[in-house]
Each structure stands twice: as structure tokens, then as C-alpha cells.
């Protein structure tokens, strides 16, 4: 293990950031600390099939809505 | 501990104030002299009878008032200092692992019979105990040099000057507070003396580039493996408070070392300069 | 313990590159050892490793330590001048004193003193003001006080003038070396320290080519210089290397008793340069 870790200097950079992290997460979670501090509002960040579905039908909706106005127009003839 | 340990750990801070004298010494005393030579230029501008009314003013207001109450109103006349010392904080602590790398001067270093534990720990302990004692040094050379300006200036306008010599005391007790929150403050911040000494002992060219870049990178990556913010939560609740960097008082001294955030701080630092330590090895 | 250093199989790859590629190496105490090589061949490497600079794979002791483990205790006992400067630049002479004073429990502050006081420089200059060879001298003078069982030069004359190689070889060899302390020079100037030597170890691309004593070197190798109507004879003992000098065919032979050789010409121990390219290009035949 220890071979391993002090193979070359990116592998020790790894291992101490590794152990760290751990510690820092691991005593986050112990504590209670709150888990996130920043909310991303961009939808495009959280990244997950089902929304991509959702969206998706969304937007073929929006779509729709759209046709049905061109529609009517057409309806009203010469302005 | 044996005579020769101690003398030796002696010869090597003694290298560090050599090595980086411009930062421990050169940068505050430049900012005292400006400080110096800015308040005598204003003082210029300023009609003298108001000036000595001024003075005056302050002789009575601090009159009566022990040293250790006047001390906390003194201490912000620090921050620029404070602000220096951090600055060459960091300009030190990227750079004093990574220079003699770059210069390969390393090898005269490692031909000697000193430990990597005992290197870093003697670029640590200059940094955290040592440096501050010449700043503050550096800062009761100015007071001195204004008190002595001001009792001159009193007298030749025949002000009252006895609360001078409280506020004198009361300066000299302010920089011992500030040499106790100076080192306070480097332990509370000791994980992040461990990052850059990391970085330092890590990175083969543009250490600070390493150094932040991959801060930011590990929060990221944090949040995107495991959705959580830990790691940014609590560098932000260990910096953002401007309350962590002074003490203004000698009571709370006690509780602002002795808690668990403190020790926490401490034995995660600890784990960022033992990685420094081995990192050392890697001198190619 | 009769030799300083024992190395088995060292290995050392830097990315693609093989520097050392499985090195035997043993240097009997007291000797004054010569490690030659081309550029390239793994000589600082293999210096850098005995003194814990760099970490390779093997087995490997130094004056009874292994130098990746206990590398700042061994920095008690050996010493090691480069061929860089490697002295702090923005140091003053007597800052640098004081510092070896201060760190090195084996440091002799006054001998160092009585050693530059014969050489020109001042205590007050900061070494980046230094000449390299004044650098060297300061270098040299420092480790002189020092009681060391083992000094590593790795082309410590390189790029000096020859007044200064030669008062570093002088010095070296009288204030230095009192038959009890060992000297590991490497160099590819070959020439200068061959009269020095009293082991020699050849190296190339990474592995050991030849170690042996100066004095079992006569009872190896021979040169001889063959009559033109020897030469089939010559050829047929299998020499390591030939070439042309003065009109006549050198062959250099390597463990073929001298007796067989006698009666094929003029016959000597070949120099140590002489030596070292008939062994490289014995070793680009093969």
C-alpha cells in the first residue's frame, strides 16, 4: 500500500487529497452540517434522464400552444 | 529534546527570516514607513491649533481608562498590517517549498542531515510564531516614533498630555493582542497552511495555479459525485467570519483555542503536511 | 563491513526513459572510486540514489543505511558536492558557515575557516557574487570539516578552469583523504582522475559494465600492439575491441591470460580511457 502511494508525487497528491476529503465529508455528515451551501439554478446543471423527459414534453407542448394561435389567425382573414 | 535538536531547529528558522527577510521584515517596514510619512503629511495640512485641540480631545477621553480597555480601540490601526502579513503569508508558504526545486539548491539542502518533517515543521513554526513577532516589532517602532512626534507636538502647543502615556501602554498591550490573534489565527487557518505547502511541495511549475485550481476543482468535484457541499461549506464557515481574525480581548483567548473546531482544524491540517512531508522525496 | 556501498538490481524509469536498468555495485571502504560514463548512461542517478535524492527500486546500503529510509541520519555520515551550483544563491559565505555550523553535528567550524582562508573569498559576498570555481572551493572547504565516512562528487570539476581542477584534485587527495574515508567521483573526463583512482566502475545506459579494483586491472585486460604478421593469431583470442594506431592494429583483451599474449607484440595494461571506450564499443557488438 504504502509502495503504492509513494510511487510518484501524483499518486501521493491523490492519496493526501483522498483522505482529506473523506475526513472533511465524513465529519460533515457526522455533525450535521448542512450538505449544500450554494443551489445551482440552472436547469441544464442537474442533468437526469427523467427531467430531460419532462422537458422534452414541455417543450412539444409550448409547440402546440404555438400552432394553435397561428391557426386562429389565419381564421380572421384580411386585417 | 537535546541541546543539538534545538540549535539546530534554531539554525533553520534562522535560514527562513534569511531566506524570505523581504517578506518577514521588508514589506511591514514599508508599510510603517508609508504610514509614517502619510500621517506626517496630513498632520501638515491640519491647522496646529486644531490639531492640538485634537489631542487634547483624546488626552480626556482616554483618561482614566485602564490600558486593557483602550487596547481594542488601537488594534484596527493593525489591519494593514494584518492584511501584509497574510498576503506574504501566502506568497511564502506557495513559494518555500517550490523554490529551492526550481533552483536546485534543494540538493545542498538535502545533503545535510535535517529531516523533511524537521524542514517543514520549521517553515511552519516561522510562519505561524515567528513572522508575527516582526511585525509586531515593526509596529511598536512606528507607535514609538508617533508617541514620541505627538508628546513633542503637545508640548509645543502646552497640551495636557498625561493620557498619552496611557495610550502609549495601552498600544503596547494592543500589540501583544495582536501578536496572540496573529497566531491564533494561523492555527485556526492551519488547513489551509497545509494546502499551500502541499501545492508547494507538489507542483514542478505555477504552484498557485496547482494550489487553487485544484481547490476548486475538488469542490466541484464533490458536488457532482456525491451532490454535497462539504468541503465549500466549511472552508466558508472556517473564513467568512471577520470575528476568527482578531481578539480583542485576553479572555477570550482561551475559548477561541481551546474548542473543537479549532482541534478539528488542526489534525485535518495535519493530514495536508504530512502529504507535504512526503512529498519532499520527490525532488525531480 | 568492508564496502560502504552494496547495490543489487537498482531500477529507475523516469516516464519512458530507463535510467537505471538493474545495477550491481559494491565500493570497498577507503577507496577512491570512479564512476564513468557517457552522458546519459545513469551516472547522477545512480550517484543521486546512494544519498536518498532519488528513490529507486533494489536493494541498496550506504554506510550501513539505506538511504530511502533513514536518508537525513546517512546525511551525518556522507557528504556530496554536484555538479550545479548547488550552494543558495542568495546566501552569504558566512551565512552558509553558520547554517552548516548550526545543522551539522560533525561540522568543524574552524577547520572550514583554515581552509578558505588560503583561497580568495570574502566572507561578506553572497554566493551568487561567487566565480563557479570560487563556489566549488567553498563548497569543497565546507566538506572538508566535516567528518564524513563517505564524499559523492558527481562531476564536481565540470565547467572549471584548470587551475581550479587541479587545486580540487590537490586538496582532495592531501587535506581530504586520510585512507579511511571513501570518494565516489563521477566523470566523463576521464583523463583528469584516472592517476587517482583505486576502483573503478564503468556504466552505460543504465547498467554496470565494469567494477573492479585498479590493481586486478593488469591481470584482466591487456593491450597489445600486433605485428602485422600476428594478426590472424590476435583475431582468433577474441579480442574485445580493435583499432588502428601509429600503422599498427590495438587489441584490447579482456581475460585471456597474458601469456598467450606475449609473443603477439608490444604488451601493457591499456589506460583507463583506452579501457572505457573498448569496453562501450564491445557493448554496441554485442
Not at chain 2, 218 to 247: C, H, K, M
Request: charged share 20%; aromatic share 12%; net charge negative.
Amino acid at each position: 500500500m504504502k509502495d503504492l502511494i509513494l510511487r510518484n508525487r501524483y499518486t501521493l497528491l491523490l492519496a493526501t487529497l483522498a483522505v482529506y476529503m473523506g475526513v472533511l465529508v465524513a465529519e460533515g455528515m457526522v455533525t450535521g452540517r448542512e450538505a449544500r451551501i450554494i443551489e445551482y439554478e440552472n436547469p441544464y446543471f442537474d442533468f437526469n434522464l427523467n427531467e430531460f423527459e419532462e422537458y422534452r414534453e414541455r417543450r412539444n407542448e409550448d409547440e402546440d400552444e404555438d400552432d394553435g394561435i397561428s391557426v386562429r389567425f389565419e381564421d380572421t382573414g384580411d386585417v | 529534546m537535546n541541546k543539538f535538536a534545538v540549535l539546530q531547529f534554531y539554525g533553520l528558522l534562522r535560514r527562513e527570516v534569511l531566506e524570505h527577510r523581504n517578506l518577514f521584515v521588508g514589506a511591514p517596514s514599508v508599510l510603517a514607513l508609508l504610514i509614517l510619512v502619510a500621517t506626517a503629511w496630513v498632520a501638515t495640512q491640519i491647522d496646529q491649533s486644531q490639531l492640538a485641540e485634537g489631542l487634547e480631545f483624546v488626552s480626556m477621553l482616554f483618561d482614566g481608562l485602564s490600558p486593557f480597555d483602550m487596547a481594542p480601540w488601537i488594534i484596527p490601526l493593525a489591519i494593514p498590517f494584518y492584511l501584509t502579513l497574510y498576503v506574504c503569508s501566502v506568497i511564502y508558504l506557495i513559494n518555500t517549498l517550490y523554490q529551492d526545486r526550481k533552483e536546485m539548491s534543494v540538493l545542498f539542502w538535502q545533503s545535510m542531515p535535517v529531516s523533511n518533517l524537521q524542514t517543514v515543521l520549521s517553515k511552519i513554526v516561522a510562519i505561524v510564531f515567528v513572522a508575527p513577532v516582526f511585525y509586531v516589532l515593526i509596529m511598536f517602532a512606528m507607535y514609538l516614533i508617533g508617541m514620541i512626534w505627538l508628546t513633542i507636538l503637545g508640548i509645543s502647543n502646552e497640551v495636557d498630555l498625561v493620557g498619552i502615556g496611557w495610550l502609549f501602554l495601552a498600544a503596547i498591550v494592543s500589540l501583544v493582542l495582536i501578536y496572540i490573534s496573529a497566531v491564533v489565527t494561523s492555527l485556526w487557518l492551519l488547513p489551509s497552511i497545509g494546502w499551500l505547502l502541499l501545492f508547494s511541495a507538489f507542483a514542478k511549475k505555477t504552484p498557485l495555479l496547482w494550489a487553487g485550481g485544484v481547490f476548486i476543482l475538488a469542490g466541484f468535484f464533490e458536488d457532482f459525485i456525491f451532490g454535497t457541499q462539504y468541503l465549500a461549506n466549511w472552508v466558508a464557515s472556517r473564513t467568512s467570519d471577520p470575528n476568527q481574525y482578531l481578539i480583542l480581548e485576553f479572555q477570550k483567548v482561551f475559548e477561541r483555542v481551546f474548542n473543537y473546531d479549532m482541534f478539528f482544524g488542526i489534525m485535518v491540517g495535519s493530514i495536508l503536511i504530512v502529504g507535504a512531508v512526503f512529498m519532499r522525496r520527490f525532488t525531480d | 563491513m568492508s564496502h560502504i556501498v552494496e547495490a543489487k538490481s537498482l531500477r529507475k524509469n523516469y516516464g519512458n526513459f530507463t535510467a537505471l536498468d538493474g545495477v550491481d555495485l559494491t565500493i570497498p571502504r577507503g577507496a577512491i572510486s570512479g564512476l564513468i560514463g557517457p552522458n546519459g548512461a545513469g551516472k547522477t542517478t545512480t550517484l543521486k540514489a546512494l544519498i536518498g535524492l532519488c528513490d529507486v527500486e533494489g536493494e541498496l546500503s550506504v554506510a550501513g543505511r539505506d538511504p530511502r529510509i533513514a536518508r537525513h541520519k546517512l546525511m551525518e555520515d556522507v557528504c556530496f558536492i554536484a555538479d550545479v551550483g548547488i550552494l543558495p544563491k542568495w546566501l552569504k559565505v558566512s551565512q552558509v558557515i553558520d547554517y552548516v555550523e548550526a545543522v551539522h553535528p560533525k561540522f568543524d567550524r574552524k577547520k572550514a575557516e583554515k581552509f578558505l582562508s588560503t583561497t580568495d573569498i570574502p566572507a561578506n559576498k553572497r554566493i551568487k557574487e561567487l566565480s563557479k570555481g570560487m563556489v566549488t572551493q567553498l563548497h569543497l572547504a565546507l566538506v572538508m570539516a566535516i567528518e564524513v565516512q563517505l564524499l559523492v562528487l558527481d562531476e564536481p570539476t565540470i565547467g572549471l578552469d584548470i587551475i581550479y581542477r587541479k587545486e580540487f584534485y590537490d586538496r582532495l587527495l592531501n587535506d581530504f583523504y586520510d585512507g579511511n574515508r571513501t570518494i565516489i567521483i563521477s566523470t566523463h573526463q576521464v583523463e583528469e582522475i584516472e592517476t587517482l583512482l583505486s576502483h573503478l566502475v564503468f556504466i552505460n545506459k543504465g547498467k554496470i559494465v565494469l567494477d573492479s579494483l585498479m590493481s586486478d586491472l593488469p591481470d584482466i585486460y591487456a593491450e597489445v600492439l600486433v605485428d602485422a604478421d600476428r594478426v590472424v593469431q590476435a583475431d582468433a583470442l577474441q579480442p574485445i575491441y580493435v583499432r588502428e594506431l601509429l600503422g599498427k592494429k590495438s587489441y584490447t583483451f579482456e581475460s585471456v591470460p597474458r601469456e598467450q599474449l606475449e609473443f603477439l607484440g608490444e604488451l601493457h595494461t591499456p589506460s583507463v580511457a583506452d579501457l572505457f571506450v573498448a569496453k562501450l564499443k564491445e557493448e554496441k557488438h554485442e
